[in-house]
């Protein structure tokens, strides 16, 4: 479901990790914001891509039989979704306003009407499929041309179907349609998220938007069903988002690239504390393999507070473990290995789960050390428990991980800490887990 060039991406993001023993260094990275939404059938992504591989892996997919879902374009790169579809495509790049104003009547003219619009550095991109009936697209709106405009069309009968903007200027598409339409400019991701969660309850659903300067313009339609959304996410997250997704029958309803990128997760303890990680992902000669293969194992003396690496609701714990078996050591009546499968081999544990269905697992923690119930709902960066040496562990440390729709212990997915951290053994990992509640 996934490009090749994307599991490149992720084998030069861990390349990045800087040398045993020392700290991790910020990564800067293009960020991804999407929606999903209800669908079947195949879908194929990718990101990265300069003019020429776009143009290249666009002409095989459509001989494939795919089309152009989504487009974006960020300093010059692409990144693009596939969906099924069949007819005629056409799409151009680099193009000013008046080439694009000249190509757009051609292709109206030809029964096409615009799908997707972007601007980058000033230039236009576009893609066209077969429609009929009206189309009218404006750019160089200020904030205020742009309400006066689309109220003027919503009064018509028309909806926005596509939005972008450059520079503060507005530019979007309407077409024929009916029923509510809302929007708002000018949003932090807070409040996108927030605007979201009250039009989702109202029956409305994310059907565009438009990023810049780290500020978030969306539109919301009448919709129903099941909707994601993500945003500033670094390319792990993203890919692991996506693939959970897509095997809950979602698929990628549009895609958008920003100039910020954060990771899903923040380390589980106090903001400015550096700890080891005494073993990272794919570790073919410990433990981290197989459905541990994204795991993280960070070693801290016991008692140390842990944190909420993201908002959730307390799901599972245990707490009243006393016992552990360090397996380096040799068994004795004092160090005995627990039953295969036992919930001991955790020690005493906590489970988060998260917006999207992911959980977050914290394992090894100190007897009666749990500060949270099940139930409550915590903050992000909001002290859940202490650290401890409970379950099978050969000394204290925290071993903590991120499963996807789980309730059982499983398979671990790929992430990404802070500034899209992916920390391997031998690091010393520096947290900035804080809120205004738990600074």
Not at 26 to 38: D, S
Not at 60 to 81: C, D, E, H, K, M
Not at 135 to 147: L, N
């Amino acid at each position: 479901m996934h490009a090749r060039s994307l599991r490149g991406a992720l084998s030069a993001l861990a390349a990045l990790s800087i040398l045993a023993l020392q700290p991790i260094a910020a990564v800067a990275q293009t960020g991804y914001a999407a929606v999903w939404r209800p669908g079947t059938g195949t879908q194929w992504w990718r990101s990265g891509m300069t003019v020429d591989e776009f143009k290249a892996q666009d002409q095989t997919y459509f001989n494939q039989g795919l089309r152009i879902q989504s487009l974006a374009i960020r300093g010059g790169r692409f990144a693009a979704v596939w969906r099924p579809g069949d007819g005629a495509q056409w799409w151009r790049s680099g193009m000013t306003i008046d080439e694009f104003k000249a190509q757009d009547q051609t292709y109206f003219n030809q029964g096409m009407r615009l799908t997707a619009i972007e601007i980058d550095n000033g230039r236009f991109a576009a893609v066209w499929r077969p429609g009929s009936g009206a189309q009218w697209w404006r750019s160089g709106m200020t904030v205020d041309e742009f309400k006066a405009q689309d109220q003027t069309y919503f009064n018509q009968g028309l909806r926005l179907t596509a939005i972008e903007i450059d520079n503060g200027r507005f530019a979007a598409v309407w077409r024929p349609g009916s029923g509510a339409q809302w929007w708002r400019s000018g949003m932090t991701g807070a409040e996108l998220e927030a605007q979201d969660q009250t039009y989702f309850s109202q029956g409305l659903r994310l059907t565009a938007m438009a990023i810049e300067n780290d500020r978030y313009t969306a539109v919301w339609q009448p919709g129903s069903g099941t909707q994601w959304f993500s945003h500033a996410r670094c390319l792990v997250d993203f890919k692991t988002e996506d693939t959970a997704y897509f095997n809950r029958g979602l698929r990628l309803a549009f895609i958008k690239l920003q100039g910020r990128a954060v990771g899903a997760y923040r380390y589980p303890w106090k903001s400015g504390e550096s700890h080891t990680v005494g073993q990272g992902n794919n570790n073919a000669a410990g433990s981290h393999n197989g459905s541990q293969s994204f795991a993280f194992d960070f070693t801290m003396p016991s008692g140390t507070q842990l944190r909420a690496a993201r908002a959730g609701t307390v799901e599972w714990l245990q707490q009243n473990q006393t016992t552990s078996y360090d397996p380096t050591k040799p068994t004795t009546a004092s160090n005995t290995p627990f039953p295969n499968g036992s919930l001991q081999n955790w020690g005493n544990a906590v489970r988060l789960r998260h917006v999207g269905g992911f959980t977050s697992w914290y394992f090894h923690l100190q007897t009666n050390g749990v500060l949270v119930r099940v139930g409550d709902t915590v903050q992000r960066g909001q002290p859940i428990a202490t650290s401890g040496n409970t379950g099978r562990t050969s000394g204290p440390h925290l071993h903590f991980q991120v499963q996807a729709d789980s309730t059982d212990w499983g398979q671990s997915v790929a992430i990404s800490f802070g500034d899209c951290q992916v920390p391997t053994t031998g690091t010393s990992a520096t947290s900035n887990n804080a809120n205004a509640n738990f600074p």
